[in-house]
């Protein structure tokens, strides 16, 4: 599959490994790969995500995904249905942090088992991520897999990283609006993957 990534798009897994490395953090998650996509210069992608002002509220994101990572990985619809039937997610968060200290239950740190490969694993996410951006490719009809096809995947895959871009603006509409304006579709239907 990776023989069918762009120039761009092999710079975003590459970039999504060093977001990895630089955090410490124990595999390549999706979260790395959207970070990695907003540090992307040109391409249809980068169009994309400044036009629909996310590198404006750079911030904002990573204070999403820090409380997010908080929570355990849980979505913000995860915390709510909870709440729903009386579970308050922020309060059990509060004990055990008070119990085994800030950020317990964040589950993108732990035990290094990478070292001795020197290769960082990717999350089942990360790779569901990789796999739908094939998905998205084929369905608009492209023969090789772009930055643009990585950030469609993001959207479309249910979780932090499509929760948190949606809160910003970034559903899977507004991005393929962004990326292929009025023809959207491409002419080949609709090729959301997930």
């Known amino acids: 599959m990776f023989e069918r990534f762009t120039r761009g798009a092999r710079a975003t897994v590459k970039g999504a490994v060093a977001h990895a490395e630089r955090a410490g953090a124990d595999a390549v998650t999706e979260e790395h790969l959207l970070l990695a996509l907003l540090e992307q210069d040109g391409g249809r992608a980068a169009f994309a995500v400044a036009a629909l002002g996310l590198q404006d509220r750079r911030a904002s994101l990573d204070a999403a995904f820090a409380e997010a990572r908080r929570r355990g990985g849980l979505t913000r619809a995860d915390t709510d249905a909870l709440a729903g039937i009386g579970i308050d997610i922020g309060a059990i968060v509060s004990r055990v942090e008070g119990a085994h ?73 507004a991005v393929q609006r962004a990326l292929y304006g009025r023809d959207a579709d491409g002419g080949q239907g609709h090729a959301q993957a997930g």
């Open 101 to 173: 200290g800030e950020g317990a239950l964040d589950r993108g740190r732990g035990n290094r088992r990478w070292w001795w490969s020197g290769h960082r694993p990717f999350t089942s996410g990360a790779k569901t991520v990789l796999e739908n951006s094939l998905r998205v490719a084929l369905g608009r009809g492209d023969r090789s897999i772009g930055e643009e096809h990585l950030l469609l995947a993001l959207t479309a895959k249910p979780g932090v990283v499509a929760d948190v871009l949606a809160e910003h603006g970034a559903t899977y509409a």
